[in-house]
């Protein structure tokens, strides 16, 4: 049994909070975070690279001059590999490089990241989070108050919020997720572990949602399954 101090906005402890981390997972099994977060990564990768070949590099595919008789190297058209201005011989082309581990293998490892933050002591809880209006400011003074302003974190609120987001994405080294569309990569990514006792109880309830990341993945507004 884990008991966590529970604080307020302002930094002040006011409460305890037990868990049995066998809510989340048995164990950790870090092959498993490795591939899952590798995919992660994959996802996010645009494969855009792309070069010209021969054939799509604009101008006349005509002979440049005849085959004999000029005392010159005999030469093709101008958009030849062996010509400035022509054609990649083996051009490159865009590629998509997303792949998907079976939906539970990546459900488990969002369990054992979870897990494995518990265990490694880097969550601060919340008593509750809410903001009047969506500025910096009110977001900075309660990490301020935690002493996170320089460590990077995962702020975990119960459901989307729209202030919260608009107020957070001015910090470079914060990340808001609601609870429903936590992932490993998200959890692994930052250090701490921010949420409130609402989104823990979520969380205790079943797991997340098998959620994929994609190239928009800053800030936790990736698609869900």
């Known amino acids: 049994m884990i008991t966590l101090p529970v604080y307020d906005t302002s930094g002040t402890e006011v409460e305890s909070y037990k868990l049995d981390p066998d809510d989340f997972a048995v164990r950790v099994n870090k092959q498993l975070l490795h591939d899952v977060v590798v995919m992660y990564e994959a996802n ?3 494969g855009a690279a792309k070069t010209k070949s021969r054939g ?9 001059y005849r085959q ?14 062996v010509r400035r201005g022509g054609g990649h011989t083996f051009a490159k082309q865009p ?41 910096t400011r009110h977001v900075a003074e ?8 320089e460590t990077s974190s995962l702020l975990t609120i119960p459901a989307h919020d729209n202030d919260i987001w608009r107020a957070s994405r ?24 921010v949420l409130t006792t609402e989104a823990l109880d979520l969380l205790r309830e079943g797991p997340p949602k ?4 994609g190239a928009d993945e800053a800030s936790g507004e990736e698609e869900a399954d």
């Open 44 to 46: 996010q990768r645009h």
């Open 56 to 64: 799509e590099v604009r101008g006349s595919t005509r002979k440049l």
């Open 68 to 81: 004999k008789g000029t005392g010159r190297a005999r030469a093709g058209m101008r958009s030849s590999p």
């Open 95 to 135: 590629k998509d490089w997303s792949y998907r581990l079976p939906k539970k293998a990546i459900r488990n490892a969002t369990r054992q990241a979870l897990l494995s933050k518990f265990l490694d002591d880097e969550v601060t809880l919340l008593q509750d989070f809410s903001i009047s209006e969506p500025r």
């Open 142 to 149: 309660v990490l301020a108050a935690l002493k996170l302003t």
């Open 170 to 193: 001015n910090i470079p080294n914060l990340w808001v997720s609601p609870a429903a569309e936590l992932n490993a990569y998200k959890l692994l990514h930052q250090k701490q572990l």
């Open 210 to 213: 098998a959620v994929p990341v």
